[in-house]
């Protein structure tokens, strides 16, 4: 069984790259969560990055979940809720509860590493486009997370042939107790190079904007 990405590019093998998206979505924005039950949860401006989510928890739990709009601060988003112990129990123990990347990923092969990828990619990543001082397009891409793993990303881009950037804390917005932020960014031909995509239309679309405009550098 064959699925194409957003962008209708690449064609992989789903039984074999849904779960390394959903750890990835997990490690990203996911929220596993005990209390009168167990479950999963996550929030997304990204309609299809949430309704992508729920088809595999169900193709993968056989569980069908919740997805409803919210609209905090006049902005619309989704969120998606599914309950379930086996799903709790299998994403923190595959994560060691949030704080490190599935060893098997680190030795499969690039598809498996690059649909894990998009998961992050798809929930904590960014790609952006503007016009510098000469007035040329700009294409940016980068990731921004607190987590302990952060540097396993980056160990794991770069073993992948990706070019990384320094890792950077980015300035507290919110409050002075707000965990520590910090930012990466990643070289954009040598993303596309390797194969690394987003399933997240919105942002695989600039993705193929920058394609399309080959001549421009990320940074």
Same mark, same amino acid.
């Given at each position: 069984m064959t699925?194409?990405?957003?962008?209708?590019? +690449?064609?992989y093998?789903?039984n074999?790259?849904?779960?390394?998206?959903?750890?990835?979505?997990?490690?990203?924005?996911?929220?596993?969560?005990?209390?009168? =039950?167990?479950?999963?949860?996550?929030?997304?401006?990204d309609?299809?990055?949430?309704?992508?989510? *729920?088809? +595999?928890?169900?193709?993968?739990?056989?569980?069908?979940?919740?997805?409803?709009?919210?609209i905090?601060?006049?902005?619309?988003?989704?969120?998606?809720?599914?309950y379930?112990?086996?799903?709790?129990?299998?994403?923190?123990?595959?994560?060691?509860?949030k704080?490190?990347?599935?060893?098997?990923?680190?030795? *499969?092969?690039?598809?498996?590493?690059s649909?894990?990828? *998009?998961?992050?990619?798809?929930?904590?990543?960014?790609?952006?486009?503007? +016009?510098?001082?000469?007035?040329w397009?700009?294409?940016?891409?980068?990731?921004?997370?607190?987590?302990?793993?952060?540097?396993?990303?980056?160990?794991?881009?770069?073993k992948?042939?990706?070019k990384?950037g320094?890792?950077?804390?980015?300035?507290?917005?919110?409050? +002075?107790?707000?965990?520590?932020?910090?930012?990466?960014?990643?070289?954009?031909? =040598?993303?596309?190079?390797?194969?690394?995509?987003?399933?997240?239309?919105r942002?695989?679309?600039?993705?193929?904007?920058?394609? *399309?405009?080959?001549?421009?550098? =990320?940074?």
């Amino acid at each position: 069984m064959t699925a194409e990405n957003q962008a209708g590019k +690449i064609q992989y093998d789903t039984n074999k790259i849904n779960e390394p998206y959903l750890l990835g979505v997990y490690l990203g924005d996911g929220c596993c969560f005990k209390c009168k =039950s167990y479950g999963f949860s996550i929030v997304s401006e990204d309609k299809d990055v949430i309704e992508k989510t *729920a088809f +595999i928890m169900n193709k993968l739990f056989n569980k069908n979940g919740i997805v409803k709009e919210i609209i905090p601060n006049k902005t619309k988003l989704y969120k998606y809720r599914v309950y379930g112990k086996n799903i709790f129990n299998y994403l923190t123990s595959q994560t060691e509860r949030k704080s490190k990347i599935p060893s098997f990923i680190f030795h *499969a092969d690039i598809k498996i590493i690059s649909a894990f990828v *998009a998961g992050l990619m798809d929930t904590d990543g960014y790609i952006s486009k503007g +016009i510098n001082k000469f007035g040329w397009q700009r294409f940016s891409l980068g990731f921004v997370n607190s987590a302990d793993w952060l540097d396993q990303f980056i160990e794991l881009l770069k073993k992948s042939g990706v070019k990384v950037g320094k890792k950077t804390l980015k300035i507290k917005t919110r409050s +002075i107790n707000e965990k520590d932020c910090y930012q990466i960014n990643i070289n954009l031909r =040598s993303f596309i190079e390797k194969g690394f995509y987003f399933n997240c239309e919105r942002k695989q679309n600039l993705l193929e904007n920058y394609k *399309a405009n080959v001549k421009y550098q =990320s940074y």
